[in-house]
């Protein structure tokens, strides 16, 4: 049974209001400020254009080290208590039982965590990585270097280039991005399950705030988790919908423009809207097992007709080639590969961060009867583990076409088409193409109706039985927010948003390890 730390009440702040329920002032500055940024990028549509191109570089030059050292922290503090007394803690009490099965729990956490990301990237990346290794190290007049390879690069060597290639990608869907979710989602599963303080971002510093959790600090935490939140959601579904919408383009023929991928957005968020209308155990639950079944099927299909036992080979010894590279690809001290390291690594770990509000608490919500120590095997490694097999599948498959010198289209195609390209080898090419739509549209839904859950339960204080016209407000915004920021700007303007918003959550996220580990030696002393 949980304990009440407070005698602040669920909901005690909320306003009954045209039949919604919302918390006050939380979901009314959220909602305004989100409407006035929309109509804002929409008006002045280059000055925003200009202001995001300028963003992301700004934030990530001055400040790639706060999100290192950060990340780097999340994954250290996961594994300590995977091995300390603490981990024998059961979210909920000791009487507490799981309300999913392992599959059901595992689907769920997995579709909402990285869906869109390994479906977009998964050939992308590797390639990527690939090229600027083999090409090698690149300096101007002042001997800075101006080449995009991680680390040392390996110029001219294949094998080196490949396994660097693949240890960086494994690198950025690995432990870090994992340790990132599983911090958030256990901080609130622990202070909502075990404590019986509301299920939203401000519980969590209930330690350190004390009751001024309920006050203004309070507000501006879950107001900053409102914010990550729909821009790191809007960063994947325009990366979904451009990926969608260019394997449309190359399978039918439809034509790829600003106009066509807003009547795709549109057309996925009224899907959204049906599994929001339908709840949990009915829309989100029953889509992420299918998302699961799908995403197996074509894992499955490209093992089976790429070159099976080069990626089989591949996967084991390139989780070996990640967990060397793992220290040097962590340090943020004296790096010389500084675009990779803020290009990539740093714009990975603020997206990673802006997710997590909104991964962590649905991973919350599903995880009620599981041990401290299970909770984080299996948010924490079993999908670092899934995401290395599938990159290694997709990465390992192009990577053969490349290196063999049959990969030059491949190479040279938009990053929204390289999976689809590397289709094009493969018997059944169709039918590997559709399967890989569907499963960017299924994933794009399941992420927006989630995050429309998640938002909901935030701005209504923390009722996770608000009324259904809340989430479908919020879900209609977050693709009105992805519309914007691709008319906006496109892929450089929907990763700006992801970094203003993470850069700030970053701290919080910090001290959210604190408030935790105060939590737990209270809870081990009762």
Known sequence: MSEQETDYEVGQD??????????????????LTIVAFVFF????????????????????????????????????????????????????GDDAKPDYSYAGWIAMLFAAGMGIGLVFWGVAEPISHYGSSFGGVATDENG??????????AAGDIAASRDLAMAATVFHWGLHPWAIYAVVALALAFFSFNRGLPLTMRSVFYPLLGER??????????ILAVFATIFGLATS????????????????????????????????????????VAGLDKGVKRLSEANMILAAGLLLLVLLVGPTVAILTGFFSGLVDYVVALPALSNWVGREDTNFMQG??????????????????????????????????CVLIIPTVVGALWMHVFGGAALDQVTSG????????????????????????????????????????TSSDSGSLVIDTITAGGKTDAPTAQRVF??????????????????????????????????????MCVSVMIGLIRERRR
């Open 41 to 92: 990028s929409l008006v002045f549509h280059e000055q925003a254009s200009a202001f995001f191109g300028w963003l992301r570089p700004a934030l990530t030059s001055n400040f790639d080290w706060v999100f290192m050292i950060a990340c780097n922290l999340f994954v250290v503090f996961s594994l300590f208590l995977v091995v300390s007394p603490y981990g024998k803690i059961r979210l909920g």
């Open 144 to 153: 800075l270097r101006t080449d995009w390879a991680p680390l040392g690069a």
């Open 406 to 445: 049959a990969g030059q289209a491949l190479q040279d195609a938009a990053l929204e088409l390289k999976m689809f390209k590397m289709f094009e080898a493969f018997p059944m090419t169709g039918l590997l193409s559709f399967i890989g739509i569907i499963l960017v549209v299924v994933f794009f839904v």
């Open 237 to 276: 579904l325009g990366l979904g919908a451009s990926q969608a919408l260019a394997g449309l383009n190359y399978l039918f023929g439809v034509p790829v423009s600003d106009g066509m991928k807003v009547v795709l957005i549109i057309a996925i968020t009224i899907f959204a809207l049906i599994s929001v």
């Open 213 to 222: 959790t309920w006050g203004p600090l309070g507000h501006i935490i879950d």
């Open 344 to 377: 990539w690594t740093a714009f990975y770990w603020a997206w990673w961060i802006s997710w997590s509000p909104f991964v962590g608490m649905f991973i919350a919500r599903i995880s009620r009867g599981r041990t401290i120590r299970e909770f984080i095997v």
């Open 14 to 31: 909320n306003v009954q209001v045209l039949g919604l329920d919302v918390h006050n002032p939380v979901f009314a500055i959220s909602g």
């Open 474 to 511: 919020w879900c209609v915004l977050e693709g009105a927010i992805a519309i914007v920021l691709l008319l906006g700007g496109g892929l450089g303007a929907l990763q700006a948003a992801s970094i203003a918003t993470g850069f700030p959550f970053a701290i919080v996220l910090m001290l």
